[in-house]
């Protein structure tokens, strides 16, 4: 099975900005939907960024939105998310994850229950 590898993640002032990295154990992988999730602590994952592998078509959570930006590199299997702007409450860690193969009902990007292949996660620190 795949595996999923962030990076990328630090400690970074309010305002700043950093890229993180998903990269795929498979260079041949081709998942039907790629996203980042965040979660903080004591709190539940949440949705941050999706993209359609192949057509490249985005969904961001209101909260990111303008600020962050998905993006990928089919040929190297890897998934990027580029956070500007950062605040505080961005921090959390953050994990990518995949939606391996489309379904016969549409994919709701945002749902975590959606997503079979999970990274590990890698912390993202905001401080003033």
């Known amino acids: 099975q795949v595996k999923l590898v962030e990076s990328g993640g630090g400690l970074v002032q309010t305002g700043g900005s950093l890229r993180l990295v998903c990269a795929a154990s498979?260079?041949?992988?081709?998942?039907?939907?790629m996203g980042w999730f965040r979660q903080a602590p004591g709190k539940e994952r949440e949705f941050v960024t999706a993209?359609?592998?192949?057509?490249?078509?985005?969904v961001y959570a209101r909260s990111v939105k303008g600020r962050f930006t998905i993006s990928r590199d089919n040929a190297e299997a890897t998934l990027y998310l580029q956070m500007s702007g950062l605040k505080r409450e961005d921090t959390a860690n953050y994990y990518c994850a995949a939606v391996s193969s489309p379904r016969e009902s549409p994919v709701l990007y945002h749902v975590l229950s959606e997503y079979d292949t999970w990274g590990q996660g890698t912390p993202v620190t905001v401080a003033s």
């Open positions: 498979e260079r041949t992988f081709s998942p039907y939907v």
């Open positions: 993209i359609n592998w192949k057509y490249g078509d985005t």
